[in-house]
């Protein structure tokens, strides 16, 4: 039976994401085939449109599009952090030889620059390569649901940062109780008992608010922490959307 290749999969043979893809099933530009459960391709009928489209015995493969290639300098990042630990452990030992007079500083030059291309790279695989891949994500779900998790991260960051503010409030007034209370027990009168009173009823009303709070605080932090790891899930999902499923 021929092999049939799911959106991902034909999308990745292509060197184009799927959303691109869809957009030329959508237009009736590429051979696919329609079944009960979902859109197919056949490899043959891709090699053909391609060498429709491109001319001769082309093998179905596409050039490398900015997307693909920032996700294989993610994909290597393993690799460049390894070889910056083992030229940083190589660099020590030059290092060592140069202050016992074996060797010049300028031996340290060629190590040196290495280091500086790749922990620039790594930073740039950090930040530049990682927020394009997320930025150039086609697939409309994960983006709405990056979108969704970001406004649950945000209010519930806003709430928590609310309720540390009247947690600080509160001990506060546990505080400015408790030395109200002191100072009145030192010098009690007769006229102060009922002051007294009532100022430990508030200092046991300010305690089960800052353990209600508390509690409030930690529950707060758990569902934001629940978020992040959602974001982080969907993060790679976003910045490898539309590679075949390996």
């Given at each position: 039976m021929t092999d049939l290749l799911n959106i991902k999969e034909a999308a990745f043979k292509l060197g184009m994401t799927s959303a691109e893809l869809k957009k030329l099933v959508r237009e009736n530009k590429v051979p696919f085939v329609e079944l009960p459960n979902g859109i197919r391709f056949v490899m043959n009928d891709l090699q053909n449109w391609i060498n429709s489209k491109k001319g001769g015995d082309m093998p179905a493969t596409a050039e490398k599009t900015e997307r693909q290639r920032l996700q294989e300098y993610l994909r290597k990042r393993p690799e460049y952090l390894a070889e910056i630990q083992r030229l940083t452990k190589k660099q020590a030992e030059i290092q060592a030889q140069v202050n016992n007079g074996e060797l010049t500083i300028r031996a340290l030059?060629?190590?040196?620059?290495?280091?500086?291309?790749?922990?620039?790279?790594?930073?740039?695989?950090?930040?530049?390569?990682?927020?394009?891949?997320?930025?150039?994500?086609?697939?409309?779900?994960?983006?709405?649901?990056?979108?969704?998790?970001?406004?649950?991260?945000?209010?519930?960051?806003?709430?928590?940062?609310?309720?540390?503010?009247?947690?600080?409030?509160?001990?506060?007034?546990?505080?400015?109780?408790?030395?109200?209370?002191?100072?009145?027990?030192?010098?009690?009168?007769?006229?102060?008992?009922?002051?007294?009173?009532?100022?430990?009823?508030?200092?046991?009303?300010?305690?089960?608010?800052?353990?209600?709070?508390?509690?409030?605080?930690?529950?707060?932090?758990?569902?934001?922490?629940?978020?992040?790891?959602?974001?982080?899930?969907?993060?790679?999902?976003?910045?490898?959307?539309?590679?075949?499923?390996?």
């Amino acid at each position: 039976m021929t092999d049939l290749l799911n959106i991902k999969e034909a999308a990745f043979k292509l060197g184009m994401t799927s959303a691109e893809l869809k957009k030329l099933v959508r237009e009736n530009k590429v051979p696919f085939v329609e079944l009960p459960n979902g859109i197919r391709f056949v490899m043959n009928d891709l090699q053909n449109w391609i060498n429709s489209k491109k001319g001769g015995d082309m093998p179905a493969t596409a050039e490398k599009t900015e997307r693909q290639r920032l996700q294989e300098y993610l994909r290597k990042r393993p690799e460049y952090l390894a070889e910056i630990q083992r030229l940083t452990k190589k660099q020590a030992e030059i290092q060592a030889q140069v202050n016992n007079g074996e060797l010049t500083i300028r031996a340290l030059c060629p190590i040196e620059t290495k280091l500086d291309h790749l922990r620039g790279l790594l930073n740039r695989i950090d930040n530049t390569y990682r927020n394009a891949l997320l930025n150039s994500c086609e697939n409309e779900d994960l983006n709405d649901e990056w979108f969704e998790f970001t406004q649950q991260f945000q209010t519930i960051t806003r709430e928590r940062e609310k309720e540390l503010s009247r947690l600080e409030e509160t001990e506060n007034s546990i505080r400015q109780s408790r030395e109200q209370l002191e100072n009145l027990t030192k010098n009690a009168l007769a006229s102060d008992k009922k002051f007294i009173e009532d100022t430990r009823s508030w200092l046991r009303r300010y305690e089960k608010t800052k353990a209600s709070q508390k509690k409030r605080i930690d529950e707060l932090a758990e569902q934001i922490e629940t978020i992040q790891a959602e974001k982080a899930r969907i993060r790679e999902l976003m910045i490898f959307d539309g590679e075949a499923a390996e």
